[in-house]
Structure formats: C-alpha cells, structure tokens
C-alpha cells in the first residue's frame, strides 16, 4: 500500500509541474509538430511569412512544423478548420486583415472573427502602394484627384477581387478623396498585375514587395504609400497622407492566432517566441526583403486592433455596398 500511495503522489507531482510549463503537455515531447493553417494560397504574402517564422518558432516550442495551405472564400473555410481544432497550441492559424473583414462581406461565416480566435500577436505589417500605368498623366495625389475629377468615373482601379484588402484601399481612397473610380476586381494579384502592366487597368493598390520592381523599371508609376511614413522598399515615395489626404492610413497586418480559447500561459509563451524571433537580425533582414515592418503586438493590444479593424472596414463596406453573397 506504501508503494502504491508513492507512486500516487509522484504521479501527483509529475502533473503539477506538467501544468505549470506553459506549453505542457502539447509540447513536452520534441516530436510534437505544429500544424499552422495558412488560409492563402503558396506565394502569398501571408504563407511566405508564415514560412519565414515556422519552422523557427516551432524549434522555440521543441518540435517542427507543417504548414498547411487552405485558401478560398477569403480564408473562412481554413479559418473555420483552426476554430475547431483543439486548445493545446498545436494547431495554429495565420491570417490577414480579410479575418477581420469577412464578417461584413458574408452573410453568414460558420464562427465569429474575435470569440472563436485567440489573438496571439500581429507578427508584422506592410504597406501598399498606389500605382498608376505610365500613360495616367499625374504623377502625385494631387494630380490624380483633378484628373479623376475631370473624367468622372472613366478611369479604373483594380484589386485582387471584392472585399480584399486591396478593394478596401481603393474605396478608403475614394472616400477620402472624394472622387469616383471605376472597380475591376481579379481573382488574385497575378492577372490583376498583368493587366496593369498591359495598360488594360489604369490604377491599383499593390504589396510594395511586388510593385517595387515594376515601378524601377520604370513599367509603373508610383502615386503614394498607404501608411503614414514611407516604405523601406519605395523611401522616395511619399505616403498619401502627406499629399492632400491626410486621414489616410492603412497597413496590410499578418497575425499568429490559435482557436478561441487557448490557455493564457500557452498564448503568452507564443507571443514571447515571436517576439524573441522578431528581435533577431536574420528574421528582421528576412521580413525587411519581403517589404515588411516587425511588430510583435503583445496579445491584448492584438485583441484591441481585430476590434478596432472590424469596426473600421465595416464602415468602408457600407459605404461601397459590396458584398460576397
């Protein structure tokens, strides 16, 4: 019965330490593999970051990592997978600003964008950039808004498709500016380019990472950024802040989520792996080549900005009257 009662309390004991490491017991053992569900397509801004801390950050947790690509209908469907995985930090998500438009675009997603997601933290930001084919005869904002003012709705923009964060920028444009543009959506960035480049589109808001080239070479024209300071990528480029509206200021953001619920010591200990990855040079130089800013927002503030964002793009998706279905 000693011997019994020994064991007892030494299972007891190997319990409590076990619940008191913060990613005990998903990650006591080095062959635990993460599953980060990107709900993009490879080559995506938000895969290729996901790809740039992955494997990183699953070395930090003691185990490796499998990325999972499940892109379609603005990410709900791979968003919808990670809701119901379970809370044990072994299944993660990346996403976009489009996580927090969606719930103003579809009349119904099967999960609500803030209670069925734990925010971990906005790993990093971008800006875009608003481009023009050469044949647009402005060169800045200024000249921009008299030309589309003197044309009414003739000249176009296009996006990547309805909803997009990159619709979303043509339409915080308008409204800021007051002018009228004519909306040609594309399923993706790649037609969407080609036609740009084509002369087929006159306008359109772009990842700085892929127009950088094009705007060197000369093949686009760049108008202004969408933050309010300058890209490192286009340093000579002023933001549309600077240039007539200064209200204007919208960031492409990649965030680290897990399903809602998730522990609070397995969250923090996340945020603290992603802060301390976002604190080497090898990562900063990674992201600063694919034409993104370090963040690191701690867990709450990362709450705060899905709320925030929520709020601010369903007032631009009223305003437009887009919708998905």
Do not use: C
């Not at 600003?97 to 719930?103: D, E, G, I, Q, R």
């Not at 971990?120 to 589309?148: M, R």
């Not at 009414?152 to 309805?162: R, W």
């Amino acid at each position: 019965m000693k011997s019994i009662s020994r064991k007892r309390r030494a299972l007891a004991a190997a319990l409590t330490l076990s619940m008191a490491l913060p990613y005990a017991p998903a990650f006591a053992q080095g062959d635990k593999v993460i599953r980060m569900i990107v709900p993009n397509a490879p080559g995506s801004s938000v895969d290729s970051l996901s790809r740039t801390i992955g494997d990183k950050l699953a070395k930090a947790a003691g185990g490796s990592i499998v990325i999972e690509n499940l892109p379609g209908a603005g990410g709900v469907p791979g968003t919808a997978q990670l809701t119901r995985a379970p809370k044990d930090g072994l299944t993660l998500g990346m996403v976009s600003n489009n996580h927090v438009v969606n719930p103003s675009l579809y009349k119904k997603i099967p999960y609500d964008a803030l209670k069925d997601v734990t925010p971990i933290t906005v790993v990093a930001g971008s800006p875009f950039v608003l481009v023009a084919h050469p044949s647009v005869q402005a060169k800045d904002l200024k000249e921009l808004v008299a030309l589309a003012k003197a044309h009414g709705d003739e000249l176009t923009i296009g996006s990547s498709g309805n909803g997009t964060i990159l619709h979303l920028a043509a339409e915080a444009l308008q409204s800021e500016t007051g002018i009228k543009l004519r909306h040609v959506p594309y399923k993706g960035t790649g037609q969407l380019t080609t036609d740009l480049l084509g002369g087929q589109i006159q306008l359109a808001f772009l990842g700085v990472t892929g127009a950088a080239q094009h705007i060197k070479a000369g093949k686009l024209r760049a108008i202004g950024v969408s933050t309010t300071t300058p890209s490192s990528l286009l340093p000579n480029v002023a933001p549309l802040a600077q240039q007539g509206a200064p209200n204007y200021n919208l960031q492409g953001w990649i965030a680290l989520i897990g399903p809602g619920g998730l522990p609070a010591p397995v969250t923090n200990k996340l945020y603290s792996d992603v802060k301390a990855l976002l604190g080497t040079k090898e990562v900063q130089d990674a992201l600063t080549a694919q034409g993104f800013t370090p963040m690191g927002t701690p867990p709450d503030a990362t709450a705060a900005l899905f709320q925030n964002e929520m709020t601010r793009y369903a007032t631009l998706v009223k305003q437009s009257g887009m919708t998905i279905d």
